[in-house]
């Protein structure tokens, strides 16, 4: 099998060596580069540079897009900034590759449509990374969601939250394509995490209201902070589902609530845990820990489903009609801030730009 791997920032770097770890020398790593940063980065973010990452994978590198396709690669992993996607992207499926997209899928709708007719057409695999949706807690508040134990759903509560400057070690924040909207950056769409896990339990909001903007003393030009409050269905009712985002909190916060009329779930990433309250049981919770996980294992069960899409030629669980969902919500809430007013989901349709 052989790979093409669009970017080796500390993503790309993850997947050639979770490609390394499932495949062993069964694959040939390609990649397409224009940085050319030489320092292997590790698991933890580390970097390494006395060792060479092209070395270090077995990756043969390639400064010119058209020369790395013309070694007819399999699959390509879209792991460039995001507003580089879709031509990059584009280009690999008119060479016959599959996809895997790093999320977001791009930082507008333009050319969507077509990229999304291109798959169909050539009958491509396309997959978009959105790691969470393989995370046990995601997948125990799922399943306690789905029980109804809950009774009739209130309100959902999610917050993400960490110091952007302490993301990247290796890198100057400044330079990082979170931070830069020349690069698709800002932290709506960096964080989109959140928006996609909670459309796959929730399904998609019907219309959003935000707040954000650029609040903080960071030298960037995006946003830092945004708090969107979406309206929902489920079971025929309207549900509230409040999102808050920031580049800011120290130490790192990422959690998640959902109240009901019959009890609560509460969801802490950092921790592992996922806590059930019910009824006069309240006091003597349920605790789900997962204790232990290795964050690693997200992308290695990602991998691993990808390239099992791939050999049985079927549509992934987070294909890129999915993928394009989440984007739509995170541009309705760019819209919504940048118009300070309510935003109908239904205005946010496949091929126009973020701003129409």
Same mark, same amino acid.
């Given at each position: ?157 999610? @917050? %993400? ?6 993301? #990247?070690?290796?890198? !100057? $924040?400044? &330079?990082?394509?979170? =931070? /830069? ?51 929902? @269905? %489920? ?6 589902? #409040?999102?808050?985002? !920031? $580049?800011? &909190?120290?130490?790192? =916060? /990422? ?72 984007? /739509? ?28």
């Amino acid at each position: 099998m052989k790979i093409l791997l669009v970017g080796l920032g500390g993503i790309g770097q993850r997947h050639a060596r979770n490609l390394r770890a499932l495949l062993g020398d069964r694959v040939e790593l390609l990649a397409y580069r224009v940085r050319r940063l030489p320092a292997l980065i590790t698991a933890k973010l580390d970097t390494l540079p006395d060792k060479d990452v092209e070395a270090e994978h077995k990756i043969r590198a390639f400064a010119d897009l058209d020369e790395a396709l013309r070694e007819k690669p399999d699959a390509a992993f879209i792991c460039n900034p995001s507003s580089l996607h879709m031509e990059v992207a584009r280009k690999c499926v008119q060479a016959g590759c599959d996809l895997f997209i790093e999320k977001p899928v791009s930082d507008s709708l333009d050319g969507i449509s077509e990229l999304l007719q291109m798959v169909e057409d050539g009958k491509r695999v396309a997959m978009v990374g959105y790691q969470l949706r393989f995370h046990p807690c995601v997948k125990q508040l799922a399943a306690v969601v789905k029980s109804g134990s809950l009774g009739r759903l209130l309100s959902v509560r999610a @917050v %993400v939250g960490e110091y952007l400057p302490g993301w #990247h070690p290796y890198e !100057d $924040y400044r &330079q990082m394509y979170a =931070s /830069r909207a020349d690069l698709g950056g800002g932290v709506i769409l960096s964080q989109i995490h959140e928006f996609d896990y909670l459309y796959s339990i929730f399904g998609l909001p019907q219309r959003l209201y935000s707040l954000g903007g650029h609040w903080s003393d960071l030298e960037i030009d995006v946003e830092d902070s945004a708090q969107t409050l979406m309206q929902c @269905v %489920v079971d025929g009712r309207p549900l509230p589902v #409040h999102v808050a985002q !920031d $580049y800011l &909190q120290r130490p790192p =916060s /990422r959690q998640c609530e959902v109240i009901g009329d019959q009890g609560k779930v509460v969801v802490d990433f950092h921790k592992l845990s996922v806590t059930v309250y019910q009824g006069a049981n309240a006091l003597t919770p349920t605790v789900h820990s997962f204790e232990g996980f290795d964050r690693n294992e997200l992308f290695l069960d990602e991998l691993r489903h990808f390239l099992d899409c791939i050999e049985r030629r079927q549509r992934p669980d987070v294909d890129l009609a999915a993928g394009v969902e989440s984007l /739509r919500i995170a541009l309705a809430v760019k819209k919504s801030i940048a118009s300070r007013r309510l935003v109908e989901l239904s205005e946010m349709t496949v091929g126009a730009h973020a701003s129409n």
